[in-house]
């Protein structure tokens, strides 16, 4: 397995709101040249917010992609690449359910599919959660409300919750927290 592949050509095909999509020209060992998919993404950083009760406060939003609602942790993109992933935690968790972290702290780091993008997606877990007010977007319709883990559990292993960045870090915090 010594033998190396190495992307040799780059071609912008659309660029997004959020995405870049190329199409990369891959060389294989044997000199002959394969397509790929590549999308480009910033990253992200995502929020498991715990109430002083231990609740998980959750967001409840349409996903065009799904045509439906999902239940998530408060999550969204960074402002440019080089924004720091706390600062984009702690905006999130404000904008999308009204409170500010106490204090946080890196939970996971996620990559979400390594096959074809590099998004990169940082979740904190946030304590002593401080009351302010929702900061909406203007497309953003979004309903907030608190769980036990063992709710949010039984949801994820009934299919009701799939997202892979809000399944991974329930299940992450569960994991390193309450043992």
């Not at 720091?84 to 890196?106: F, I, Q």
């Amino acid at each position: 397995m010594g033998e190396t592949l190495r992307r040799v050509g780059r071609e912008l095909k659309y660029e997004g709101t959020i995405l870049k999509v190329y199409m990369d020209d891959i060389e294989m060992p044997d000199g002959k040249i394969a397509k790929w998919d590549f999308i480009n993404h910033d990253g992200a950083a995502a929020v498991v917010p715990v109430a002083d009760d231990g609740k998980i406060l959750m967001v409840r939003q349409y996903r065009n992609a799904l045509d439906r609602y999902t239940l998530e942790i408060p999550a969204g993109k960074l402002d440019d690449a080089n924004e720091d992933t706390a600062v984009c935690a702690a905006r999130e968790l404000e904008e999308e359910t009204g409170y500010k972290p106490g204090r946080m702290e890196l939970l996971i780091t996620l990559r979400t599919w390594i096959a074809f993008t590099n998004e990169k997606i940082d979740v904190y877990a946030a304590y002593g959660l401080i009351p302010s007010e929702q900061k909406l977007d203007e497309d953003e319709y979004i309903d907030v409300a608190a769980y036990t883990m063992e709710e949010l559990k039984e949801m994820i292993f009934k299919g009701e919750i799939q997202d892979t960045k809000t399944v991974s870090a329930l299940l992450a915090y569960d994991t390193k927290y309450r043992k």
